[in-house]
């Protein structure tokens, strides 16, 4: 599973410009089952994704693919890491222990 963490380096008005296409994107990868949730950080500095796929290279795809990436109006950051607790609403997305 991995954290993506989005700060906005271009000013508000640039940024605006960009969110629809860039919900567009969220919303494919949503379909194709590769997000589990999203959205802007408060206050409203960039933004939080997490993916639930099994390769770091399927996350730096699809963060490449983002239309603000593309725009070069965000920087990311991809922080990997091992869910082995949640709520139990989330119980399929738990990984169990490769020992």
């Known amino acids: ?3 993506i ?3 906005y380096v ?4 640039e940024i605006d410009r960009h969110v629809e296409a860039h919900r567009r994107h969220l ?3 949503y379909a194709a089952g590769r997000l ?3 959205g802007p950080q408060v206050p409203r500095e960039g933004g939080v994704i997490i993916a639930c796929v099994r390769a770091r290279e399927e996350v730096e795809a699809v963060m490449l693919r983002d ?3 593309v725009a ?5 950051r991809v922080i ?3 869910a082995r607790a949640s709520h139990p609403a989330l119980g399929s997305f738990i990984e169990a222990p490769t020992v």
């Open 1 to 3: 599973m991995f954290l």
């Open 5 to 7: 963490l989005l700060d």
């Open 10 to 13: 271009a000013p508000a008005a």
């Open 27 to 29: 919303a494919e990868q």
């Open 36 to 38: 589990l949730l999203s």
């Open 67 to 69: 239309p603000f990436v």
């Open 72 to 76: 070069d109006v965000v920087r990311y």
């Open 80 to 82: 990997e890491f091992v």
